[in-house]
């Protein structure tokens, strides 16, 4: 079982940055893949990012604005958001899956365990 809690959201301008933070339980941290999800009012959830073992994987929308990283040690992943635009705004969710397939990695039913999520709100 893993617990996942998400922290760092906020109320931010557009252009800005924030880092999130998920706090993983469980002492096999550094085997699951860790991911980012988002949902926007009346939007479906979608991929955000995931890094993996090997593997690092992101959405096209937040290719060279957002960097996920982990610290194994802390049991912590994190998203790095720069050059945050409106359409950012979400609810961002922390995901852990036990395996990464190149395929399936922005399947969010792939993905066993979740956070309760953090709003981001990015002002125009």
Known sequence: QVQLVES???????????????????????????????????????????????STYY???????????????KNTVYLQMNSLKSEDTAVYYCAARSTLKSDTYYRSREYDYWGQGTQVTVSS
């Open 8 to 54: 760092g959201g906020g109320l931010v301008q557009a252009g800005g940055s924030l880092r999130l933070s998920c706090a993983a339980s469980g002492r096999t941290f550094s085997s699951y893949a860790m991911g980012w999800f988002r949902q926007a009012p009346g939007k479906e959830r979608e991929f955000v990012a995931v890094k993996g073992v090997v």
């Open 59 to 73: 959405a096209d929308s937040v290719k060279g604005r957002f960097t996920i990283s982990r610290d194994n040690a």
